[in-house]
């Protein structure tokens, strides 16, 4: 799963700190969240998506793995 | 605040096992079997718990003096990523500790070891499983 994260966060004006703060989750987490390592829980996505005021599917891209 | 007494009540029962469990293994020497052991399982389980209540009234001591830092140790407690980390590491370790208990298992059935501690070995291997299956059922019932 891909995500705009970073690009949604940086278009806010936002740091990373902040944004953990908000959530109530760790830099790491969000750090995590942005490079792709870690993808969150349905909870923390809507948190996300809820304080961005946007929809999941704004955020997170779900693609599908490509079977050969 | 309930929290905080608590762990007073657990230090001072900590404290408690301790020093019965000092005072019994000064002055009593002439215990046999089971019995004799019972005096530094005391002192054993008592330190464990005089830990354990220390740790949080420290805690709790240093959270009533600075709250944002306890509030950032309670987002690192709570955060999600934390809690999948450590319970990957803990599925794990939980597997290795599976095969270690099984191979040792064997290895002191083969050595000939004493039946009892043989037998303890195989309740604790035992307990764990069904500790497992109780939990994966219960779970399962759940989700």
Redesign the interface.
């Given at each position: 799963m891909n995500n705009r994260l970073e690009e949604i966060r940086k278009k806010h004006g936002i740091k990373q700190e902040e944004l953990a703060r908000a959530l109530e989750v760790s830099r790491q987490t969000i750090g995590s969240l942005e490079n792709g390592r870690y993808n969150p829980s349905i909870l923390l996505a809507f948190k996300i998506a809820r304080y961005f005021e946007l929809n999941i599917e704004e955020i997170f891209i779900y693609e599908e793995e490509e079977k050969e | 605040m309930k929290k905080i007494y608590t762990a007073y009540l657990l230090a001072a029962v900590g404290i408690g096992l301790l020093a019965v469990g000092v005072y019994f293994i000064k002055t009593i020497d002439d215990l046999q079997g089971l019995l004799a052991v019972l005096p530094y399982l005391s002192v054993g389980i008592g330190c464990v718990i005089f830990g354990h209540g220390m740790g949080e009234i420290v805690l709790q001591h240093a959270s009533n003096r600075d709250p944002a830092a306890a509030k950032d140790l309670e987002?690192?407690k709570?955060?999600?990523?934390?809690i999948?980390i450590s319970n990957r590491a803990k599925a794990k370790s939980y597997d290795m500790m599976i095969f270690l208990i099984s191979a040792l298992l064997f290895a002191v059935a083969i050595m000939g070891i004493d039946l009892l501690l043989l037998l303890l070995f195989a309740f604790t291997y035992f307990f764990i499983i069904m500790y497992t299956t109780y939990y994966r059922y219960k779970y399962y019932k759940e989700m």
């Open positions: - | 987002i690192e709570k955060d999600e990523r934390n999948a």
